[in-house]
């Protein structure tokens, strides 16, 4: 079946320093792979979602790239700020043409000076 | 831009009492959504509805829950009879579906007492 997997729970980083949250999945097919960002107290945003043509998608300063090799979509950033502390899902559409929409469990990042 | 909107946005009620959650989703989308949130964790999927009907749902989806959506109103999440544990913050969301991100609403904070 299709799922998808947050290795890290918990990341806490230094401001100014990278950042890069891991994320692969598991599809029969050819999904679509998405970031969705959740600030306290809010509802989950959208922030990114992979392209069919391999190009990079980019928000606010954080990028992902689809690698069907390795099955992957990290989320990256070339500098953290603390406003970037917030609850981050990945997310997966299998693209059979039925919409189903699979989240992993989530990393809370946590940005300090 | 479209919103998803849930109300009301906070309910209390005591346990054993029957709650709806309803959520107004964008006008032109074709699937719904509910996902759970206890307090400090992740986001946890429900259920998900298209042409009236259930597609999948969760273990979390407990035989007491139910959604409906009559007439294209208000797609609403019932419980029936509530317990302590579905304290939690309730999120719907929508997508026009063929691999579109949905959009959340700002969540329904359950509390049984």
């Known amino acids: 079946g299709d799922s998808v997997t947050q290795t890290e729970g918990l990341v806490t980083l230094t401001e100014g320093l990278p950042v890069m949250l891991n994320c692969t999945y598991q599809?029969?097919?050819?999904?679509?792979l998405f970031w969705y960002v959740q600030h306290l107290n809010e509802a989950p945003k959208l922030l990114l979602k992979s392209f069919t043509d391999n190009k990079r998608p980019e928000h606010q300063g954080f990028h992902a790239t689809l690698h069907k090799s390795s099955s992957s979509f990290h989320l990256q950033k070339s500098s953290a700020q603390l406003s970037d502390s917030a609850l981050y899902y990945c997310?997966?559409?299998?693209?059979?043409?039925?919409?189903?929409?699979?989240f992993g469990k989530g990393t809370s990042l946590t940005v300090i000076p | 831009g479209p919103k998803v909107l849930q109300i009301p946005s906070h309910q209390i009620i005591d346990m054993g009492q029957m709650v709806t959650l309803n959520c107004d989703p964008v006008?032109?989308?074709?699937?719904f959504y509910w996902y759970k949130q206890i307090l400090g964790q992740q986001m946890e999927f429900l259920v998900n509805?298209?042409?009236?009907?259930?597609?999948?749902k969760s273990k979390l989806f407990k035989d007491q829950f139910s959604v409906e959506r009559p007439d294209g109103s208000y797609f609403t999440l019932k419980i029936q009879p509530t317990a302590l544990e579905d304290s939690a913050v309730y999120f719907c969301?929508?997508?026009?579906?063929?691999?579109?991100?949905?959009?959340f609403g700002e969540g329904t904070r359950l509390s049984v007492l």
């Open positions: 509805f298209y042409n009236g009907k259930v597609m999948e």
């Open positions: 969301a929508s997508s026009q579906g063929q691999n579109q991100a949905p959009l």
């Open positions: 599809s029969t097919y050819s999904p679509f």
């Open positions: 997310a997966l559409s299998p693209n059979t043409g039925y919409q189903n929409f699979y």
């Open positions: 006008s032109n989308h074709l699937y």
